[in-house]
């Protein structure tokens, strides 16, 4: 065969070869989000008008935080399976925005409904396998205004 003939099936070759569309590449760049998986609390603390409280750890209680590309669920709940005086379980979640070290959760649902519909900011730290969230937390309807900080560990 002669080489002429072979730059039309060479041509068509190279033509039939593609890249990864740009937008499948972003989500690969995404997708290693250091906030993506599931992260279980292992601290709380409230500052209230300089009051410091250590919400969590909770004598038989945990709580674990779900995050994808674009949502987040927790959930929190007592180890007794609702049995007893401190049964306990909350749920929430929604979307967010991350970048950089700034976090803003938009909450869509939780369990105590005049939390809905609000966005708190947060910023965001990690060491290793922790994550750490620190910001406000303000509904003057409800006259809550503190401070939380959450410290978290990356499940496998």
Not at 27 to 37: D, N
Not at 102 to 107: D, F, P, R, S, V
Request: with cysteine; net charge positive.
């Amino acid at each position: 065969m002669k080489v002429k003939n072979l730059l039309p099936l060479a041509a068509l070759a190279l033509a039939s070869c593609t890249q990864k569309p740009a937008d499948s590449a972003d989500k690969e760049i995404k997708s290693a989000s250091p906030m993506l998986g599931t992260w279980k609390l292992v601290s709380a603390i409230t500052v209230t008008k300089g009051d410091t409280v250590k919400d969590y750890p909770v004598a038989n209680q945990e709580m674990i935080k779900v995050l994808n590309d674009t949502h987040f669920a927790f959930m929190r709940h007592d180890l007794s399976k609702g049995k007893g005086k401190d049964a306990t379980y909350t749920a929430g979640g929604g979307t967010y925005d991350f970048k950089g070290d700034k976090y803003t959760e938009h909450l869509a649902y939780l369990n105590a409904r005049d939390w809905e519909g609000k966005d708190f900011d947060f910023t965001v730290k990690f060491k290793g396998d922790t994550l750490i969230q620190k910001g406000i937390e303000k509904i003057d309807s409800l006259n809550i205004n503190h401070e939380i900080i959450e410290t978290y560990v990356k499940q496998k």
